[in-house]
């Protein structure tokens, strides 16, 4: 059932919870913040760092490519190395891939089940993941639909893509297995969210949200944004991946973002900065991104505002918890909209640090 926004926020479409690794996904559960590291998953120290720097800056769960024997086995070195950070091994085709990923420890497996082929192999793969409560992902995309349903000459629709998925759901459900998640990713977005609002309605089971190929940053912040927000805005998604061409710490820093800015997630900072104008005296744009940058990586909890000029500055951003507004080449700091000192422009960024320390 479709929510109103006002109740979206605090009430989520009702999917099974499942378990992944040390978190739970769907139900009414946090909505997982997720990405897929860009190193081979055999680079096993480069990897696990990458992994923990991801989950520094806010991923709750790291996505990993399987591509062969090698990185099938080294999910047991990297668990080691990671801790409690859930892991996801993304396998295509291969039933002896997921079984030694799942061997190393690994939370969750990408595959299609349908795609394995002998009804034997599927068996191993879902017998191992029932006695490890490891759940499945079924991820179905515009550029993979099932051969079966899609002839390769028709248009792709929202229907075509949740009756792609329903195969591979079949399967799964028919040797009794329930862990699943969802993922139904077209590089459309106006296709993806009909495709996700049809998958809610037709399925009990919890959605992993993305746009897939978005492009780069510039593009697919703006893309994923206008996939995502209105179906998260309407109590719909369990986990999301922001995917851009890219580094994997900027998707999750634009996960949290976007959850942030929604309402649905609340330890991020909140920052605000103007646009600029020909009032603007002191070099706002890269104080601003400075500041930004200190408190998304530091997660700080707070609100900080930088404004070009003192007219509008401190009146527009009273609420921040921090702030600076900027005159002739000087800088006003201020606290809950009261002006508090003065620094000068090179020194600004530097202040501001040691301000958003004592908060
Ligand atoms: S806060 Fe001041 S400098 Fe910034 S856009 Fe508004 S009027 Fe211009």
């Known amino acids: 059932m479709r929510l109103p926004y006002n109740m979206a926020m605090n009430q989520r479409e009702q999917t099974r919870s499942v378990k992944l690794g040390s978190k739970t996904l769907g139900g009414s559960n946090n909505i997982l913040i997720q990405s897929m590291c860009s190193i081979k998953t055999s680079k096993v120290e480069e990897v696990s760092a990458q992994i923990l720097r991801c989950a520094a800056l806010g991923a709750d769960a790291m996505r990993l490519s399987v591509l062969d024997e090698e990185d099938a086995r080294s999910f047991g070195a990297i668990k080691e190395k990671v801790g409690d950070v859930p892991l996801i091994a993304d396998i295509h085709f291969r039933h002896d891939f997921a079984l030694m990923a799942l061997q190393g420890g690994v939370d969750a497996i990408r595959i299609n089940p349908g795609n394995i082929g002998d009804i034997d192999k599927i068996k191993q793969v879902v017998e191992a993941c029932k006695a490890r409560s490891v759940p499945i992902r079924i991820g179905v995309n515009s550029g993979s639909i099932d051969k079966s349903i899609y002839y390769g000459k028709q248009m792709i629709t929202a229907a075509t893509l949740v009756a792609s998925a329903k195969k591979h759901v079949d399967i799964l459900e028919s040797l009794g297995f329930h862990d699943i998640v969802l993922s139904l990713k077209g590089s459309d977005v106006r ?12 399925f009990p089971y919890p959605l992993h949200l993305g746009i897939t190929e978005a492009g780069p940053k510039d593009i697919g912040l703006l893309r994923s944004a206008a996939g995502l927000a209105p179906l998260l805005l309407d109590g719909i998604g369990d986990t999301i991946r922001i995917s851009l061409s890219d580094e994997p710490e900027e998707e ?69 918890d921090l702030g600076a507004a900027g005159g002739n080449g000087v800088w006003a700091i201020f606290k809950k909209g009261e002006v508090i000192r003065n620094v000068p422009d090179e020194l600004v960024v530097e202040e501001l640090i040691k301000e958003i320390d004592k908060l």
């Open 191 to 202: 296709q993806t969210i009909e495709a996700y609002r049809l998958a809610a309605e037709t």
């Open 252 to 320: 999750v820093k634009a996960c949290c973002r976007l959850l942030h800015d929604l309402g649905l997630k609340e330890d991020y900072p909140t920052f605000i900065s103007c646009p600029t104008c020909g009032r603007t005296a002191v070099n706002l744009v890269p104080t601003a991104k400075a500041i930004q940058k200190y408190l998304e990586e530091h997660r700080i909890n707070k609100t900080v505002a930088i404004m070009g000029c003192i007219v509008n500055g401190p009146g527009e951003a009273r609420h921040a």
